[in-house]
């Protein structure tokens, strides 16, 4: 399987909001409501942010929100601030246990 | 509080094999289904496969199968992933993580693998 495909750099004023988009196919994010999306810091592990479509894990801001139409998934982050810099992830199961990961954003708070 | 701690970083040859742990500590083991993902410097992330520590049954991605074993010893709370004929392309950080149900919640902090003569 592909990597989901996901825009390689996004960026916004501080307050402003940005959208990260996350391509897949009918057989990955179009198949299932499983799309995870990750934030990671340099040199960190990765953190889950939102799981299954649209569910923020707690303690993550509300100003994270995810949602799916057809084969593509979305992360808006609204009222962005200068702590959102990082790289974000989105991530699709695909049937028979298998993980499909994007290719991973850059979010820059200018 | 939950952590999964990993072994240490390595140097492996080309062609030689890498077992990397990764230990539950302040849950067990069998809490979650964990996962293996690597990252290659300044690239994006790899699903590896996926080892149940309650059954020991895994699951590999298609690109790494036959050349990958994921193994679990439950009296030490900790997974294991073995990757052999190792190339430079396999030169990243190897990452255990553990999922309740689809997301990953729980992520090790890294194991940083580096393929080299």
């Known amino acids: 399987q592909s990597a989901l495909t996901q825009p390689r750099s996004v960026s916004g004023s501080p307050g402003q909001s940005v959208t990260i988009s996350c391509s897949g196919t009918?057989?990955?994010?179009?198949?299932?409501?499983?799309v995870s999306w990750y934030q990671q810091h340099p040199g960190k592990a990765p953190e889950l942010m939102i799981s299954?479509?649209?569910r923020r894990r707690p303690g993550v801001p509300n100003r994270f929100s995810g949602s799916k139409s057809g084969n593509t998934a979305s992360l808006t982050i609204s009222g962005l601030q200068a702590e959102d810099e990082g790289d974000y992830y989105c991530?699709?199961?695909?049937?028979?246990?298998?993980?499909?990961f994007g290719t991973g954003t850059k979010v820059t708070v200018l | 509080q939950e952590q999964l701690v990993q072994s240490g970083a390595g140097v492996m040859q080309p062609g030689a094999s890498v077992k990397v742990s990764c230990k539950a500590s302040?849950?067990?083991?069998?809490?979650?289904?964990m996962h293996w993902v690597r990252q290659a410097p300044g690239q994006g992330l790899e699903w590896m496969g996926i080892?149940?520590?309650?059954?020991?049954?895994?699951s590999y991605a298609q690109k790494f199968q036959g050349r990958i074993t994921m193994t679990r010893d439950t009296s030490a709370n900790t997974v294991y992933m073995e990757l052999r004929s190792l190339s430079s392309e396999d030169t990243a950080s190897y990452y255990c993580?553990?999922?309740?149900?689809?997301?990953?919640?729980?992520w090790g902090q890294g194991t940083p693998v580096t393929v080299s003569s």
């Open positions: 993580a553990g999922s309740y149900v689809y997301a990953f919640d729980i």
């Open positions: 302040g849950f067990t083991l069998t809490k979650y289904y």
């Open positions: 080892i149940n520590p309650s059954s020991g049954g895994a």
């Open positions: 009918s057989s990955d994010i179009g198949a299932y409501d499983h």
């Open positions: 299954d479509v649209n």
């Open positions: 991530c699709s199961y695909a049937g028979s246990y298998i993980r499909i």
